[in-house]
């Protein structure tokens, strides 16, 4: 399972007072450093989908995708993005604002996709984190051949990620490690 990582950082960081949070300083080192870090060793390749400051997230060795539009209309315009970059099978989307990401992220989501695959012969599966919080749908894998159904998905308006991957075959993977899904959301004080 060949798998490419997009790493979402192409919001207008609302929360953060219009700061790209990618690029936020978080223990002396940009958010999407982290996530970086956490997420290469896990994965074939990675990508950065980023709107906005597209040299300084060049500088960190990835190519870097923008959205196919400049409405900044969310993380499924970079899952598309993404979708439509990649040359693997497989895709998978993650936060730039979350540092602290699961290090058996991939291997646990993979593991859940074939495993759901033999019992329900479903191609297209995705498969999405959750903890005791609840649901995090932008930490998914999901097949690239599912592009022209988000294409037709955002064509028609929608935005919501959940209501996108309610319309495909899923699963759920719980994670123990509540901190790993922390997203930074604020400026520090």
């Excluded at 995708?65 to 315009?77: C, E, M, S, V, Y």
């Excluded at 099978?89 to 990401?101: N, R």
Aim: hydrophobic content about 45%.
């Amino acid at each position: 399972m060949q798998i490419t990582a997009v790493i979402l950082a192409g919001g207008r960081g609302l929360r953060m007072g219009g700061a790209d949070k990618g690029l936020i300083d978080y223990q002396g080192r940009p958010m999407v450093a982290h996530v970086l870090e956490r997420i290469q060793p896990q994965v074939d390749h990675v990508v950065i989908n980023a709107n906005r400051h597209l040299d300084q997230y060049q500088a960190f060795g990835v190519p870097v995708i923008p959205d196919a539009n400049d409405q900044f209309d969310g993380p499924l315009a970079g899952m598309q993005a993404g979708m439509h970059h990649a040359t693997t099978e497989w895709i998978l989307s993650v936060p730039c604002d979350a540092p602290l990401l699961p290090t058996d992220l991939v291997s646990r989501l993979r593991q859940a996709i074939t495993t759901a695959q033999a019992i329900h012969a479903a191609p297209s599966m995705l498969a999405i984190a959750r903890s005791a919080s609840g649901t995090h749908p932008v930490f998914c894998l999901m097949p690239r051949k599912l592009s022209g159904d988000l294409d037709q998905f955002l064509q028609q308006g929608q935005r919501k990620v959940s209501a996108w991957q309610a319309l495909h075959p899923h699963v759920f993977v719980s994670f123990e490690d509540e901190q790993a899904f922390t997203n930074i959301n604020h400026l520090p004080s």
